[in-house]
């Protein structure tokens, strides 16, 4: 079947505009997790949604950074007023049921996004 | 807080020969140990797991990994290196359900 999709596989914006993020993911999975991929900071937990439960954000590095995940399946991410320090890769995942450790994440392409 | 420690950020090998990517964990508890491989432009593609049932995981691509508690390791291993296996490997531990993810190590194939 399909893997997880993101779109825009690229985004170049300018410094103070707002970005949005898409993620689609595996038909099925009740868990999907955001993470950043960057060059100083390596791979990095942003946030959780596990069914219908409170997303677990506490990996957003500022209130600039929001995320929603509507009807339990698409989810997209949100950072207002970019700053440069916000370019970076981001990178969906899903997994069939989250919450357990042995729970495989399977991972998109990601978004390559860069902060004139 | 649970951390992974890779050494290494390249690798370099010949064609052919043994390929070792290190990985050592820190952790309170039994942990779950990943690999991950990122081919250039791409996502993260799962090489191999350990849950506890076996401490030799064989995965994809003719990789393995052996859990040893006493080392707090998960080093990775293949026999023979291909030039497709060029790519960067990540080791992770789950804490809760989030990964934490090492740096990261370069594999450069020499022809």
């Known amino acids: 079947g399909a893997g997880v999709s993101q779109s825009p596989s690229n985004k170049v914006t300018e410094k103070g505009k707002d970005v949005e993020l898409r993620c689609d993911p595996i038909?099925?999975?009740?868990?999907l997790y955001w993470y950043r991929q960057s060059l100083g900071q390596g791979l990095e937990f942003l946030i959780y949604?596990?069914?219908?439960?409170?997303?677990?954000k506490s990996g957003l590095p500022s209130d600039r950074f929001s995320a929603e995940r509507t009807g339990g399946s698409v989810s997209t991410l949100t950072i207002q007023r970019t700053q440069q320090e916000d370019s970076a890769v981001y990178l969906c995942?899903?997994?069939?049921?989250?919450?357990?450790?042995?729970?495989?994440?399977?991972f998109g392409p990601g978004t390559r996004l860069t902060v004139l | 807080a649970q951390s992974v420690t890779q050494l290494g950020s390249h690798v370099s090998v010949s064609e052919g020969a043994l390929v070792l990517l290190r990985c050592n964990y820190s952790?309170?508890?039994?942990?779950?140990l990943f690999w991950y491989v990122q081919y250039p432009n791409q996502g993260l593609q799962l090489l191999l797991k350990?849950?506890?049932?076996a401490t030799l995981v064989k995965g994809i691509n003719g990789f393995e990994a052996e859990f040893k508690k006493s080392e707090t390791s998960f080093h990775l291993t293949k026999p023979s290196a291909h030039m497709s296996d060029a790519a960067e490997y990540f080791c992770?531990?789950?804490?809760?359900?989030?990964?934490?993810w090492g740096a990261g190590t370069k594999l450069i194939i020499k022809p």
């Open positions: 995942a899903s997994s069939p049921r989250g919450g357990i450790g042995t729970d495989t994440q399977y």
């Open positions: 038909s099925g999975h009740t868990a």
């Open positions: 949604f596990q069914g219908n439960s409170a997303p677990d």
């Open positions: 952790s309170s508890v039994p942990p779950y």
């Open positions: 350990y849950t506890s049932a």
């Open positions: 992770a531990v789950t804490e809760n359900y989030q990964l934490i």
